[in-house]
T-cell receptor
Framework: ETGVTQTPRHLVMGMTNKKSLKCEQH?????MYWYKQSAKKPLELMFV???????ENNSVPSRFSPECPNSSHLFLHLHTLQPEDSALYLC?????????????FGPGTRLLVL | QKEVEQDPGPLSVPEGAIVSLNCTYS??????FMWYRQYSRKGPELLMY????GNKEDGRFTAQVDKSSKYISLFIRDSQPSDSATYLC????????????FGAGTRLAVHP
């Protein structure tokens, strides 16, 4: 098992619901990431945090709201999602935010929006 | 044009075969090249990491980078059924932070 955990592993929600995804890393890393993985598409970077500061918001709709209370925890708050938001949401961490740092991934949360 | 192109497969081979997986890219600024393996219902795990051009070998796996052709490869020797997974290439280069650009992934099935 990797040092990055995600909960829940599966989530079904209606378009009017509000839910949150949680990620925790036990590696002592300073940078954390949210990715979206849709079928037959490359992983899409959504957000990057370094030392709890957001350094990238990759043109993500406002219905996705990230939160990084400390360097070990990362949340993704979801509200009024659309069916096309159904995907695997992956969290990753790296030692630092520098180019070339290895990213370690969690197992993902499989999200279905009805 | 996508920054990274990867044939999605699926690729089906018999056990013991040599497997060749490839990606092409367009951004000459890429310097760091990775291969991740993703089993069904799991997150990607780093398999190989290469900086700049050249070859790197780790057991049955060999990664090659040809920056002049903007082409990277992963070779798997003596493939095993446990190698059945989706293989993702990823790369990064410039910018103020660690932005990985991924290929779409190639699904590999190794049958006994």
């Amino acid at each position: 098992e990797t040092g990055v955990t995600q909960t829940p592993r599966h989530l079904v929600m209606g378009m009017t619901n509000k839910k949150s995804l949680k990620c925790e890393q036990h590696l002592g890393h300073n940078a954390m990431y949210w990715y979206k993985q849709s079928a037959k598409k490359p992983l899409e970077l959504m957000f990057v945090y370094s030392l709890e500061e957001r350094v990238e918001n990759n043109s993500v709709p406002s219905r996705f709201s990230p939160e990084c209370p400390n360097s070990s925890h990362l949340f993704l708050h979801l509200h009024t999602l659309q069916p096309e938001d159904s995907a695997l949401y992956l969290c990753a961490s790296s030692q630092d935010r520098g180019v070339g740092e290895t990213q370690y991934f969690g197992p993902g949360t499989r999200l279905l929006v009805l | 044009q996508k920054e990274v192109e990867q044939d999605p497969g699926p690729l089906s081979v018999p056990e013991g075969a040599i497997v060749s997986l490839n990606c092409t890219y367009s951004n000459s600024a890429f310097q760091y090249f990775m291969w991740y393996r993703q089993y069904s219902r799991k997150g990607p795990e780093l398999l190989m990491y290469t900086y700049s051009s050249g070859n790197k070998e780790d057991g049955r796996f060999t990664a090659q980078v040809d920056k002049s052709s903007k082409y990277i490869s992963l070779f798997i020797r003596d493939s095993q059924p446990s190698d059945s997974a989706t293989y993702l290439c990823a790369m990064s280069g410039s910018g103020g932070y660690n932005k990985l650009i991924f290929g779409a992934g190639t699904r590999l099935a190794v049958h006994p």
